[in-house]
């Protein structure tokens, strides 16, 4: 009885903690998008990069960052060697969140071409933002399988101590019912895919699995969107296998500074940049979830994408 009873208290004290810490997030969040909508002021040579969480994010940001840089840096000193990609790339949402004039002020003295990332869904996009000529997208997805799974394990270990962990099930049934920082995960693919339809010269559409089979291939493309193809000269140099190879998981996780330093993501979250890598596999998520919830998950994906011409995977 004593047993059930500290049970229920306990679980009563994580649901407030938990409401507490949603509530928190979300004002942050509502912050973020009006500062977005009222202050931020796009310029056409400002790229951006649109994903989910966990879906590729981080190793996108330091392929962007190596392609457009590529002229600058050589291989051997490369800053992508001793920071982590997000701190090369950065979110503008993090930015935001700092709340600061100061740090807001820093994003003019970024060189241009700007290289801003944002979890934020299509339709929480300013105006500016998305009407703005000349401002390229890249948007990457992943299979829903292998992001819920990579997202639970992620946050699980950047919940707050006082909390216990969030059990797969949970994570599951909210991710299924759409419940997450930046909405349903499909409807955020879909309006990506839409828009990348409507406006190909706009914004490149990829997919965690097609940049995992064939490196070189997106990043040829990758660089013929952004309006800097490989030259004949850089081909034969082996410039884009050295880009490849960078940004290689296996590169980038066994880096000093991505195993031992940490990146602060907002004025209150610090997070350690190994956190950013851990396995870097396709359909790892079997390994975590069952049949039936993995049956479950390609039934909505069947769903949600049908008639639109989009699967996931390569
Ligand atoms: P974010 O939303 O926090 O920015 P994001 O970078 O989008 O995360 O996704 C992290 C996933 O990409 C991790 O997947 P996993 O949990 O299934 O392993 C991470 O391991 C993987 N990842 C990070 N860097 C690379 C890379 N260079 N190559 C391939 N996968 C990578």
Redesign the pocket.
């Known amino acids: 009885m004593a047993d059930h009873l500290l049970s229920e208290q306990l679980d009563t004290h994580n649901k407030q903690e938990n409401a507490k810490f949603s509530s928190e997030s979300g004002a942050e969040m509502t912050y973020t998008i009006l500062w977005i909508h009222d202050e931020f002021k796009v310029q056409a040579a400002d790229i951006f990069l649109t994903?989910f969480?966990?879906?590729?994010?981080?190793?996108l940001k330091?392929l962007i960052f190596a392609i457009i840089n590529r002229t600058q840096y050589d291989f051997s000193t490369h800053p992508l060697l001793s920071n982590n990609p997000h701190e090369c790339f950065p979110f503008l949402d993090a930015y935001v969140h700092d709340h600061s004039h100061e740090t807001i002020s820093c994003l003019d003295s970024l060189p241009s071409p700007l290289l801003l990332a944002t979890h934020f869904p299509f339709s929480l996009l300013p105006n500016s933002m998305i009407t703005t000529s000349g401002c390229k997208f890249v948007y990457i997805c992943r299979d829903p399988k292998?992001v819920l799974v990579?997202n639970w394990?992620?946050l699980n270990k950047l919940r707050p101590k006082e909390l216990t962990p969030l059990p797969l099930e949970e994570a599951f049934e909210l991710f299924c019912q759409g419940m997450s920082h930046f909405g349903p995960y499909w409807d955020h693919v879909l309006e990506y895919w839409k828009w990348s339809l409507e406006k190909p010269e706009k914004i490149l559409f990829l997919k965690y699995e097609e940049l995992?089979k064939e490196p070189l291939v997106v990043v040829k493309k990758l660089a013929e969107f952004l309006g800097q193809p490989f030259s004949l000269e850089e081909e034969r140099k082996g410039i884009v296998q050295e880009i490849v190879r960078l940004?290689?998981?296996e590169n980038?996780s066994n880096l000093e500074v991505n195993k031992t330093k940490t990146c602060k993501l907002t004025k209150d979250v610090v997070v350690n940049n190994n956190l950013?890598?851990?396995?870097?596999?396709i359909g790892?998520s079997k390994n975590y979830l069952t049949n039936e919830m993995m049956e479950h998950l390609d039934k909505i994906t069947l769903e949600k994408l049908f008639g639109y011409g989009l699967t996931f995977g390569a």
């Open positions: 994903s969480l966990k879906t590729g994010t981080t190793w330091a292998d990579s394990l992620f995992k940004c290689s998981f980038l950013y890598f851990r396995k870097g596999e790892d």
